[in-house]
């Protein structure tokens, strides 16, 4: 069964350098999304992205953050400037909404990203 | 803005069935999500329903009512592997972002 991939399994960066987290999304889907787990809370919800470029974001999804297709199949998401509270589970995700409004998310092991 | 509510924790006996709620508080509706997560590990897609009544799926069924804003995930014959966080999400209406409740930790016991 095709799967979403993402890039590495764990990062550890130093406090106020950038990341770049990395996915590469299920071949045939067309909505793409960025979701955090801190430790212990909800998902939440970052980004989506659809046509190559972003059609929904929430409020912590800031300048700090952005997200690039920059080929066929990766997705990713940059951070700038890292602080101590971006430490968290990244979750990307997937769908193929043309199919239906009820196809489900597909998601990445995600990246456990820790700032030190 | 939407608002989702589950318990935090529930402990159920291996073979039994247990019933997760989930209500929801919306501007809209335009279908919810179960997902089930282990610890460490990432969402997995469990049911959708976007019309009221119930959807079976082997062990798991999921419910909804709309009118109440209210959804349950039924789980039968409880296993071990069971032992996990069951999330259940809404899609806000008209968008492709989804909210997440804060999940359910299920613990099974032999």
């Known amino acids: 069964e095709p799967e979403v991939t993402q890039t590495p399994s764990h990062q550890v960066t130093q406090m106020g350098q950038e990341v770049i987290l990395r996915c590469v999304p299920i071949?045939?889907?067309?909505?793409f999304y960025w979701y955090r787990q801190i430790l212990g809370q909800k998902v939440e919800f970052l980004v989506s992205?659809?046509?190559?470029?972003?059609?929904?974001k929430s409020e912590i999804f800031d300048d700090q953050f952005s997200v690039e297709r920059p080929d066929g199949s990766n997705f990713t998401l940059k951070i700038r400037s890292t602080k101590l509270e971006d430490s968290a589970m990244y979750f990307c995700?997937?769908?193929?909404?043309?199919?239906?409004?009820?196809?489900?998310?597909?998601f990445g092991d995600g990246t456990r990203l820790s700032i030190l | 803005g939407q608002n989702i509510d589950q318990p935090t924790e529930m402990t159920a006996t291996e073979g039994a069935i247990v019933q997760i709620n989930c209500t929801y508080q919306?501007?809209?509706?335009?279908?919810l999500f179960w997902y089930q997560q282990h610890a460490g590990e990432a969402p997995t897609f469990l049911s959708y329903?976007?019309?009221?009544g119930l959807e079976e799926k082997g062990r798991f069924s999921s419910f909804l009512s709309r009118s109440k804003g209210y959804s349950y995930l039924l789980l039968k014959e409880l296993q071990m592997k069971d032992s996990a966080s069951y999330l259940c999400?809404?899609?806000?209406?008209?968008?492709?972002?989804?909210?997440f409740g804060t999940g359910t930790r299920l613990k099974v016991l032999a």
């Open positions: 995700a997937s769908s193929d909404p043309d199919r239906g409004s009820n196809q489900p998310q597909h």
């Open positions: 071949s045939n889907h067309l909505y």
């Open positions: 992205f659809y046509n190559n470029e972003i059609s929904e």
């Open positions: 919306t501007s809209g509706f335009n279908g």
């Open positions: 329903n976007v019309l009221d």
């Open positions: 999400a809404v899609r806000d209406p008209g968008t492709y972002k989804y909210i």
